[in-house]
Structures are given as structure tokens and as C-alpha cells.
């Protein structure tokens, strides 16, 4: 069950994180651990796969994702190995990169660097007109582009023996809840922490073991990593304008602002409580699901091309 707490902007998310609890039982490393161990656990439930591959974007989140899966390795015993998916952008993939590069080094992972047949900003290019015309959104594009190569990857180098985990946290979670709701997708491509593949289908699992744990607990433990010695990204994407994400979060934090005033404190929970209730029937329903002829990977695409095939132009 879900169980996350509820702390918006201005909360004490890392509790004794400067202090002498560091390294006790209740000290934020030990909070964020409990709650990726509980996400293996629920992994384990179904099958614990050979390997599991940790998309690495240079951030915070994906970073501590790592670090603990890496914690787990020995115990859940997987094999724990990166990936990081350089779409080509300016001064951002590159910088992005090596920060991936110095952290795996320093965790003992085996990264994986994988280039999409077109760059980004290729894409923009030839689709510039859909794009000032609003039909293509940039954000939603490279997202759609990371999704595919995520899990072809996973498919081709560790088959059924492999599992995606991504370092989504319960805030990534809430905003897109939010955006499902107002689009009227309630329940759609939510799949919560654990999300399982169908080897028929090309499609592998996917976790995200941050997925109870709030925004401003990671920021405050990126502080820790810094300690140790890590790195993650200074740059901020130059094309993520018009990223509704952040709007997102703002309402969320609002909205938890006004249910303290009714002692509902618990707006997290109560949301994730809702949604997986609403999508549980919805799961079981893969009926939309065809194959994409071109590349014979899953679409929901009705003329049966999906639509990575129709951005690279295959
Ligand atoms: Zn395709």
C-alpha cells in the first residue's frame, strides 16, 4: 500500500538529515531505503528478474535511484546495470553524459549509451511546422522517444530477464495523475511502482522504486550524494519550454496547502489511493494494443504504425 507522507514546499522532508541521526534508523537515507525495498519486495512478488537496468538521465532522482538499487543488488541478487539515452541536445546531453559516466564509474555499474537514430533536435527540425502549430509538443516528443528506446533496449539486450527501473518520484506521479484528470485519461498509463511487460508483446517491466518517495526528500538526500562525492546536472534542457510538469507540481502543492486547513493532511495517499482503484480494471484491458508493422513493438496507434516509426520517418 501506498504510504508517502505528505510534504510540500517549505516541510523539514530530511527530519535529521545535518544532524546525528545521518545514519540511524529513522535518518532520510533510511526512509528513502525502506521505500525502494518495499517496491523490490512487490517486484519480487511476480519474479525477481537477472537484471535490472536503471535509466540514467544526470538528475537527482535517477541518480539516488541507483544507489539504491545498487544497495539491493546483492540482496534482491540482480544484476544491477545503467543506460543513458543521448538525444543530442546542445549543451545538455553532453554535460549530462559524463556526470552519468563519473557516478556509474563510482557506483560499479556497467553503462550502456544509447544514441536514437535521429537527434532531438533533428526532429524538431523536420516537424518544426507541427510544432509552432501546437500538433507536436516537445516535451511529449522526447518522452515518447525515451520510452521506446528504453524498453527496446531492455528487450533486445536482456529479454524476459530484464526489468526498466526509472527514477520517478511520487511528485512526477501526482502531476501526472493531475494532467490525466483534466485530460479525462483517469487511470490511463498509470501503472504505479511496479509495472509488468508481456514477453509476447516485446514489452519488459518496468519499476520505479522512488515512486513513494516525495520531491523534497530527494532533493534534500542529492545533498548527501554531493558529500559522497557525486555529481548530477547543472544545466536545465534548453527545449523544455512549455514543460507543464512544474505547473503541475505547483497545483499539487496548493492544493495540499488548503487540505492541511481541513485536517486531511493526506492528499498524496489519498490521490494515488483513488487512481489505482480507478485503474486497476483498466490493466487487465490490453485489447488496444496492437503491433506496430514497422517495428513490431507494442502502439496503440489505430493504422498500425506506432509513433516512433512515424517520427524517425522509417
Ligand atoms: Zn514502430
Redesign the pocket.
Known amino acids: 500500500m501506498w504510504d508517502c507522507g505528505s510534504h510540500g514546499p517549505g516541510s523539514n522532508p530530511g527530519g535529521g538529515i545535518f544532524g546525528e541521526e545521518m545514519n540511524g534508523k529513522n535518518s532520510l537515507p533510511s526512509y528513502i531505503k525502506k521505500r525502494v525495498r518495499s517496491v523490490l519486495y512487490k517486484l519480487k512478488k511476480e519474479r525477481m528478474p537477472d537484471y535490472i537496468t536503471i535509466a540514467m538521465s544526470g538528475g537527482k532522482d535517477s541518480l539516488a535511484a541507483a544507489y539504491f538499487l545498487k544497495d539491493f543488488e546483492g540482496v534482491f541478487g540482480y544484476t544491477l546495470e545503467a543506460f543513458f539515452i543521448d538525444l543530442g541536445i546542445e549543451g545538455f546531453s553532453s554535460e549530462s553524459k559524463e556526470v552519468v559516466k563519473e557516478a556509474t564509474e563510482k557506483l560499479g555499474i556497467k553503462l550502456h549509451i544509447i544514441k536514437p537514430e535521429k537527434s532531438l533536435p533533428q526532429i524538431i527540425e523536420e516537424n518544426w511546422e507541427k510544432i509552432k502549430m501546437g500538433q507536436i509538443k516537445i516535451c511529449a516528443t522526447c518522452g515518447l522517444i525515451k520510452r521506446y528506446i528504453m524498453n527496446k533496449f531492455c528487450w533486445e539486450n536482456y529479454g524476459e530477464k530484464g526489468v526498466i527501473a526509472t527514477g520517478h518520484n511520487l511528485d512526477d506521479e501526482l502531476a501526472f495523475m493531475v494532467s490525466n484528470i483534466y485530460g479525462q485519461n483517469v487511470g490511463y498509463g498509470f501503472k504505479g511502482s511496479v509495472a509488468l511487460g508481456n514477453s509476447k508483446e516485446k514489452l519488459c517491466s518496468k519499476i520505479k522504486p522512488l515512486a513513494k518517495v516525495r520531491e523534497a526528500k530527494l532533493e534534500a538526500f542529492k545533498d548527501v550524494l554531493l558529500k559522497k562525492g557525486f555529481r548530477t546536472t547543472t544545466k536545465e534542457c534548453l527545449l523544455k519550454d512549455g514543460n507543464t510538469q512544474t505547473k503541475h507540481k505547483a497545483f499539487i502543492h496548493a492544493i495540499e496547502e488548503i487540505s492541511k486547513k481541513f485536517k486531511t493532511n493526506n492528499f498524496a495517499t489519498a490521490t494515488l489511493h483513488y487512481i489505482e482503484k480507478a485503474h486497476k480494471n483498466k490493466e487487465k484491458d490490453v485489447s488496444w494494443r496492437k503491433t506496430?508493422?514497422?517495428?513490431?513493438?507494442p502502439?496503440s496507434s489505430k493504422d498500425g504504425?506506432?509513433s516512433?516509426?512515424k517520427l524517425m520517418r522509417?
Open positions: 506496430c508493422k514497422i517495428c513490431h513493438y502502439t504504425i506506432c516512433y516509426c522509417r
